[in-house]
């Protein structure tokens, strides 16, 4: 275990970022291993969505351990699950769920800075002490730092940066290995951040952002396809389903 949480961390290379194509179960695991992936992580929305289910905890954590040992058991690389807020009220009970991560072959974790089904980010202290009792558990966590979601980046860029930075060096300090800035696709301030941040930098893929190789090039260490892969699949299962119910035939 301790040997594929070393392996994940030194997969996290600015300029030659680790690039996750995110999965939601053991055959979608099995796929994207099979393409030449390094490293398998999970997204909570395609996971509780193969389920039925809402993203934002919805999904209930005994099912999550359950998946990622389905997981585990079909490929032989290091794994990053999504735990979405941490699974806890207060940084003890984040602690006690990131443990048994840990205990059930995690190699990582993602985690958010504000609670399911709210948009505010948590207070930078608060949210600090829920990293730092995740990152005792020994696991690569990858901080999430929600500054830039719903937010306009060619505005008010500056002062988001800023903000992103002081909490990524808080979250260091509490001991996070990762910094996870989704929902941002404007280059100056993902160089920005890449720059100043003590941590490497995850960046969320989008067709309105950069491309891989110009991402590799601002100094991204990680590249999350996040819910993406997931839609794709479902847009495309909805799109034949309708052709058939239609009268026509399939495209496989």
Same mark, same amino acid.
């Given at each position: 275990?301790t040997?594929? =949480?070393a392996?994940?961390?030194?997969?996290h290379?600015?300029g030659? $970022?680790?690039?996750?194509?995110?999965?939601w179960d053991?055959g979608?695991?099995?796929?994207?291993?099979?393409?030449?992936?390094?490293?398998?992580a999970t997204?909570?929305?395609?996971?509780?969505?193969?389920?039925?289910r809402?993203?934002?905890?919805?999904?209930?954590?005994?099912?999550?351990?359950?998946?990622?040992?389905?997981? #585990?058991s079909? =490929?032989?690389?290091?794994?990053? =699950?999504?735990?979405?807020?941490?699974?806890?009220?207060?940084?003890?009970?984040?602690?006690?769920?990131?443990?048994?991560?840990?205990?059930?072959?995690?190699?990582?974790?993602?985690?958010?800075?504000?609670l399911?089904?709210?948009n505010? #980010?948590?207070? +930078?202290?608060?949210a600090?002490a829920?990293?730092?009792a995740?990152a005792?558990?020994? /696991?690569f966590?990858? &901080?999430?730092?929600?500054?830039?979601?719903?937010?306009?980046?060619?505005?008010d860029?500056?002062?988001?940066v800023?903000?992103t /930075?002081e909490r990524?060096?808080?979250?260091?300090? &509490?001991?996070?290995?990762? +910094?996870?800035?989704p929902?941002?696709a404007?280059?100056k301030?993902?160089?920005a951040?890449?720059e100043?941040?003590? #941590?490497?930098?995850?960046?969320?893929r989008?067709?309105?952002? $950069?491309?891989? *190789? *110009?991402?590799?090039?601002?100094?991204?260490a990680?590249?999350?396809h996040?819910?993406?892969?997931?839609?794709?699949?479902?847009a495309? #299962?909805?799109?034949?389903?309708?052709k058939?119910?239609?009268?026509?035939?399939?495209?496989?």
């Amino acid at each position: 275990m301790t040997d594929s =949480i070393a392996q994940f961390r030194a997969l996290h290379v600015p300029g030659d $970022p680790l690039i996750l194509v995110n999965i939601w179960d053991a055959g979608s695991a099995k796929a994207v291993a099979s393409a030449g992936a390094k490293a398998i992580a999970t997204g909570s929305f395609g996971v509780a969505g193969a389920q039925g289910r809402a993203d934002g905890e919805d999904f209930p954590i005994e099912d999550v351990f359950e998946n990622l040992a389905r997981i #585990l058991s079909v =490929i032989d690389l290091p794994v990053t =699950i999504d735990m979405e807020s941490g699974y806890g009220a207060d940084p003890a009970a984040v602690g006690a769920s990131i443990g048994r991560a840990r205990a059930a072959g995690a190699a990582g974790i993602n985690m958010e800075d504000r609670l399911p089904g709210t948009n505010a #980010l948590l207070p +930078l202290g608060e949210a600090a002490a829920r990293y730092r009792a995740a990152a005792d558990t020994g /696991l690569f966590v990858n &901080a999430r730092c929600d500054m830039f979601r719903g937010a306009d980046a060619a505005k008010d860029g500056g002062a988001l940066v800023a903000a992103t /930075l002081e909490r990524a060096r808080a979250y260091a300090d &509490a001991g996070a290995s990762g +910094l996870f800035v989704p929902f941002l696709a404007e280059a100056k301030c993902i160089g920005a951040i890449c720059e100043g941040s003590p #941590l490497p930098v995850n960046i969320l893929r989008s067709k309105a952002g $950069p491309t891989h *190789k *110009k991402l590799a090039e601002l100094g991204v260490a990680r590249i999350s396809h996040g819910h993406q892969p997931w839609a794709a699949a479902m847009a495309w #299962l909805t799109g034949q389903a309708e052709k058939i119910m239609g009268g026509g035939e399939p495209d496989y």
